[in-house]
């Protein structure tokens, strides 16, 4: 979900992975204004405050209470660029439109169907993706990226 900015050209692009890998997808200047980063992990840290750790390897440090109670595991934060405010949570929850980021469905998206507990460990909850067209595919929740509620906050490349 990184953003790539090539200023003197005008160019700008997100990368996303698609079902040959990671892609450089463009997108309009003000949608490289901001990136989605996966809560990977929550840690309380001294002073009261909670630490989200996110996928890419950043941190961001919330008061414990009421702020952090409502941030889990696998939610998304929409960070701004490059101030890294964070603008917006996406829950990861049946109705969120999300993207596969690993396995045999890797690139493909739709909304969430459901979430089906299989064991105690979240590798083994299958998730069901339906896109536009009504098709649908599982993949576990560990590969599952909230990438929207309603519709997509970023731009995707048209699915095969």
Do not use: W
């Amino acid at each position: 979900m990184d953003v790539v900015a090539i200023p003197e050209a005008n160019s700008f692009f997100r990368i996303i992975p698609s079902s040959k890998g990671l892609i450089l997808h463009p997108v309009e200047k003000d949608e490289a204004a901001f990136k989605l980063c996966r809560i990977e992990d929550k840690t309380a840290v001294k002073g009261g405050r909670l630490q989200l750790n996110l996928h890419d390897g950043s941190n961001v440090i919330l008061k414990a209470d009421v702020e952090g109670a409502a941030y889990e595991t696998l939610d998304v934060l929409k960070v701004s660029l490059p101030k890294r405010d964070a603008l917006d949570h996406l829950k990861i929850e049946e109705g969120a439109f999300a993207i596969a980021i690993g396995g045999e469905n890797i690139g493909r998206y739709g909304r969430i169907i459901k979430i089906e507990r299989k064991s105690g460990e979240r590798r083994d909850f299958l998730t069901t993706i339906e896109n536009d067209h009504g098709r649908s595919f599982n993949t576990i929740l560990d590969y599952v990226f909230v990438i929207g509620r309603e519709k997509p906050l970023i731009s995707l490349p048209e699915v095969s």
